[in-house]
């Protein structure tokens, strides 16, 4: 069983800094982790793309996070880490981790499946 874990959510002032941590469990199932990423959803809001990160080390952001946020990842523990600074208040919502996974098939792997952690909350106040 692929499992995403979360951690690293909280309540901070607004300036202030967070780290995100998503580690992906069930790794003797895993042939390939081709990209992961971070999306939040905000109450009334549709979730969004915060930043992302592929298997080659590709990344992107979206606008309203660059030069604040820092997505990175430890291959070696598949995991994927948001380093968020200089948060405001707009930034609070809900935090999910989502990792696009393929699993041995056989000897190769299957297509990428996408999994999705079970959200982390985060709190700016002004």
């Known amino acids: 069983q692929v499992q995403l874990v979360e951690s690293g959510g909280g309540s901070v002032q607004a300036g202030g800094s967070l780290r995100l941590s998503c580690a992906v469990s069930?790794?003797?199932?895993?042939?390939?982790?081709?990209?992961m990423g971070w999306y939040r959803q905000a109450p009334g809001k549709q979730r969004e793309l915060v930043a992302g990160?592929?298997?080659?080390?590709?990344?992107n952001y979206a606008d309203s996070v660059k030069g604040r946020f820092t997505i990175s990842t430890d291959n070696a523990k598949n995991t994927v880490y948001l380093q968020m600074n200089s948060l405001k208040p707009e930034d609070t919502a809900v935090y999910y981790c989502?990792?696009?996974?393929?699993?041995?098939?056989?000897?190769?792997?299957?297509?990428?499946?996408?999994?999705w952690g079970q959200g982390t909350q985060v709190t700016v106040s002004s």
């Open positions: 989502d990792a696009h996974i393929s699993l041995f098939m056989g000897l190769t792997g299957g297509p990428p499946v996408s999994y």
């Open positions: 069930g790794s003797g199932r895993i042939f390939s982790i081709n990209a």
């Open positions: 990160v592929t298997s080659g080390g590709n990344t």
